[in-house]
């Protein structure tokens, strides 16, 4: 049996994915990496060395994400310690030029494999000493963003259904948080291109995102750990404050609407 503490990451290959996964390495953690992309999980591994645990892992299909937490959890006595829900998908433009296929494939990454994630990890989570569930939010959870709108609904739900479950599983001793960074420098992003982009620029990196994360599983403060810079977290401040005609009224100026 591994006796190193356990942490499941989806989303793992690129990104805040793959720099989590270094990070909790690095600290003694034993990893598993878990990603849709093969080729990208090979080269983490690369990275990361072949101690840890790799699967293959589409966050929507029930029955298989099932079956690998399972496998992990049993290299562990049936125990997870961290569950970090970080896949997730995003395109931005006008809602009706994006297909309606990329709009649900939104919903199923973004929302399903978070419920799905959840609700199966519980079991291992509960066996824990300090367990943890750490969902990838956004700072579009704050308002709905035009020409982004199946994505920020989508954090919105991580957003609802954190602090529902914060609530419910504290009586497990589980702590529940979620991130919620603005942009950053991800394949993700490198891939996005609009007026809301170039107006907010991208400020973040990866190891910004991931030391928040680690903050977020050793302090256990909070439900929702915002990431950012300082210019962009004032304005907000502000706006926060302004009337809601205000706030639509500058949202609709910065998308370009």
Known sequence: MNTKPAVFITG???????????????HGYHVAATDANEKDLER???TLGKEHFYRRLDVTKSEEYAAILAEFAQE???????????AGIAFIDDYESIPLEKHLAVTEVNVKGVQI????????????????????CSISSEYGVPSEASYSASKFWVKGFTEAIN??????????????????????????????VDSIGIR??????????????????????????????????????????????????????
């Open 12 to 26: 793992a290959a690129k990104g805040i994915g793959a720099e989590t996964a270094l990070l909790f390495a690095r």
């Open 44 to 46: 983490l591994k690369e």
């Open 76 to 86: 562990h006595g049936g125990k997870i310690d961290v569950l970090i829900n970080n």
């Open 117 to 136: 994630g959840a609700f199966h990890a519980l079991q291992y989570l509960k066996n824990s000493s300090q367990p943890a569930m750490i969902s990838m």
């Open 167 to 196: 609530i419910e599983w504290d009586r497990y001793g589980i702590y529940v948080c979620d991130i919620m960074p603005n942009f950053v420098t991800t394949p993700m992003m490198q891939a996005a291109h609009g007026k809301i």
């Open 204 to 257: 973040l990196t990866p190891s910004d995102v991931t030391a928040v994360i680690w903050k977020a599983v050793h302090s256990r403060k909070r439900i929702h750990w915002e990431v950012d810079t300082w210019r962009p977290r004032l304005l907000r401040s502000v706006n926060k404050l302004l009337p809601q005609p205000m706030r639509r009224a500058a949202m609709k100026h910065i998308c370009g609407y």
